[in-house]
C-alpha cells in the first residue's frame, strides 16, 4: 500500500506539515469543544498524530500521564516521540525508527503493545497502548490515535504474584521432603519395605503433580500433561511402545482437578504394574478421553481406562487406597462418577468429571455484567 507519508528526519520536509490532521481536518476541529467533554472525561489517555507523528491533541489523563501539557507539546514541535520516549530505561537513545507505536502508523488496525515511557520529571513507566490509522474520506492515512495506560500497578501485582508462587512452590516442595523424612523415621527399621515403597511412589506421583502446575504458575494445567506424565515412570521403563495408547484431545485443567486426576491415574498405573495389563508382556493399557458441554456451559471430561491382554481378573475381597481414592474423591470434589470394573478380560476404569472453571469464583459472573 502506498504510504504519502514524509520521512521523519528529513529537515525540509519535518518543517513543513503536509495536508494533515493539525492543517486539514477542519471537521475534525469544528467538533472540538464536543470532543474535548468527551475525552477529558476519559480515564484512558489519548493521543491525536498528524502524518509526522507530531501529537496535535492530548486529553486531560494524557497530561497528568506524561507530566506535559497540550500546549507545551503543540509548542516543541517534534514527535511525541522525542518528548516522552525518547530513553530506553538503561540510558541509551531510543530512536523513533524502533519506536513500536511509530511503526503502527502505516496500516495497522489495533496495533497492541507495552512500552515505557519517560515522564516530564525523568522517571521512567510501563504503559500498555493500542494504535490505529486515521483516515481521510479517500482513505489516505492522515494520522494516528494512540490509547495509553499506565500498567505500573499491574506489572507490580503480576510481580508480587510471581514471588508468591515461588514461596507457594517452595513451601510445598519443602512440606513433601518434611513429609518424606517423617516416613523414613517411621518406617526405620521395619522389615516390610514394600509398604514404604508404595509410599514413595505416591509421594512422587503427588510431586509430579505439583510440578505440572509449576510451569504454569498454579493457574491451570495441561490435561494430556497431566496424564503423560502421571503414565512417564511406567512408559518410559517400557521397551515395547505400542503397549500404552493415549488418545483425546487437550484442555486447561483447574489445578485442583490436575492433581487429583493425577492421583486416579497413579493408582491406575500402580495396580496394572502389579497385577493387571502390565505385569505380563503381552498386556496393554488404552487410555482414552473426550470433552463434552453440559447445560451449565460447563465442559466435562469423560476418560476410559482399559487394560488388555493381561491375566485374567478376579475381583478385589476388599478395596485398597487406590480404589477409595477413585470411586469416592473424585465423585465428592467435582460432582462426577467413577466406576471401576473387574472385568475377566481387564480392569476398565471410567471417570465423568465436570470441570471446574479456570479463575477465580465469581469471574464469570462478573464477566456477564461486563457484557451487558
Aim: aromatic fraction near 6%; charge should be negative.
Amino acid at each position: 500500500m502506498s504510504n504519502s507519508r514524509q520521512p521523519l528526519q528529513s529537515a525540509p520536509a519535518a518543517s513543513t506539515p503536509l495536508a494533515s490532521l493539525r492543517r486539514g481536518a477542519d471537521q475534525l476541529f469544528e467538533t472540538e469543544r464536543r470532543l474535548n467533554a468527551v475525552l477529558d472525561n476519559a480515564s484512558v489517555s489519548i493521543f491525536l498524530m498528524d502524518d509526522r507523528q507530531h501529537c496535535i491533541y492530548m486529553n486531560r489523563a494524557a497530561e497528568l500521564l506524561t507530566g506535559w501539557t497540550l500546549g507545551e507539546v503543540l509548542a516543541r514541535d517534534c514527535p511525541l516521540h522525542d518528548i516522552v520516549h525518547h530513553t530506553y530505561p538503561d540510558g541509551r537513545p531510543f530512536p523513533l525508527a524502533e519506536c513500536a507505536i511509530d511503526r503502527a502508523f502505516p496500516e495497522n488496525n489495533q496495533e497492541r503493545g507495552e512500552e515505557v515511557f519517560v515522564h516530564r520529571n525523568g522517571h521512567f513507566y510501563p504503559v500498555g497502548f493500542t494504535a490505529s490509522p486515521i483516515r481521510d474520506d479517500a482513505a489516505n492515512i492522515i494520522g494516528t490515535i494512540i490509547e495509553v495506560r499506565d500498567i505500573s500497578e499491574e506489572k507490580a501485582a503480576a510481580q508480587r504474584q510471581h514471588l508468591l508462587i515461588n514461596e507457594l512452590n517452595h513451601r510445598v516442595k519443602n512440606t513433601l521432603a518434611t513429609v518424606q523424612s517423617i516416613a523414613a523415621q517411621t518406617f526405620r527399621g521395619q522389615t516390610d519395605q514394600a509398604a514404604r515403597a508404595v509410599f514413595d511412589a505416591r509421594m512422587a506421583a503427588l510431586s509430579t503433580a505439583h510440578n505440572v502446575l509449576v510451569e504454569d504458575n498454579w493457574e491451570s494445567a495441561s490435561l494430556r500433561s497431566v496424564i503423560e506424565r502421571a503414565l512417564a515412570p511406567h512408559r518410559l521403563a517400557e521397551i515395547d511402545v505400542n503397549r500404552f495408547r493415549l488418545e483425546g484431545p487437550d484442555t486447561r485443567l483447574h489445578p485442583k482437578v490436575a492433581v487429583t486426576l493425577a492421583m486416579a491415574l497413579h493408582e491406575l498405573m500402580t495396580n496394572a504394574t502389579k497385577y493387571g495389563a502390565l505385569s505380563v508382556a503381552a498386556g496393554r493399557v488404552v487410555v482414552t478421553w473426550s470433552l463434552h458441554d453440559q447445560e451449565d456451559s460447563r465442559q466435562q471430561l469423560d476418560l476410559r481406562w482399559e487394560e488388555l491382554d493381561g491375566p485374567s481378573v478376579v475381583p478385589p475381597t476388599h478395596k485398597g487406597f487406590g480404589s477409595r481414592l477413585i470411586e469416592r474423591q473424585l465423585p465428592m470434589e467435582f460432582d462426577g462418577s467413577a466406576t471401576i470394573t473387574y472385568a475377566p478380560g481387564g480392569v476398565i476404569c471410567v471417570l465423568d468429571i465436570p470441570l471446574t472453571p479456570l479463575g477465580w469464583i465469581g469471574q464469570e459472573t462478573v464477566k456477564e455484567q461486563a457484557a451487558r
